[in-house]
Nanobody, 122 residues
Framework: VQLVESGGGLVQAGGSLRLSCAIS????????IGWFRQTPGKESEGVAC????????LYSDSVKDRFTISSEHSRTPVYLQMNNLKPEDSGVYYC????????????????WGNGTLVTVSA
């Protein structure tokens, strides 16, 4: 399984970006994808994850009502639509693959992409 993120960039506060996580090489019927972000000096933070078989999203409180995780019918790519961005949303965003039908921000991540950088200016 390979994950490739794209869509990062520089945006002003209040703007929007859509990140994509392209998934290849998977044969699992049941899997989940999560989005995490890493800021220098801070621990990695899970922001959203989606069970592709159950289509049940999970969001962190910091992004709820601003970010939306979704997928194509083909299950790839998985998107992270980010609206009303804030400077504190800046960081490298990674997608993670779970070889199971559930997802969690604390455990279960089996594989990571290389990340895409999001910078939100004030």
């Amino acid at each position: 399984v390979q994950l490739v993120e794209s869509g990062g960039g520089l945006v002003q506060a209040g703007g929007s970006l859509r990140l994509s996580c392209a998934i290849s090489g998977f044969t699992f019927e049941d899997f989940a994808i999560g989005w995490f972000r890493q800021t220098p000096g801070k621990e990695s933070e899970g922001v959203a994850c989606l069970s592709l078989s159950e289509n049940t999203p999970l969001y962190s409180d910091s992004v709820k009502d601003r970010f939306t995780i979704s997928s194509e019918h083909s299950r790839t790519p998985v998107y992270l639509q980010m609206n009303n961005l804030k400077p504190e949303d800046s960081g490298v965003y990674y997608c993670a693959f779970y070889s199971r039908r559930w997802c969690s921000f604390e455990r279960g991540m089996d594989l990571w992409g290389n990340g895409t950088l999001v910078t939100v200016s004030a």
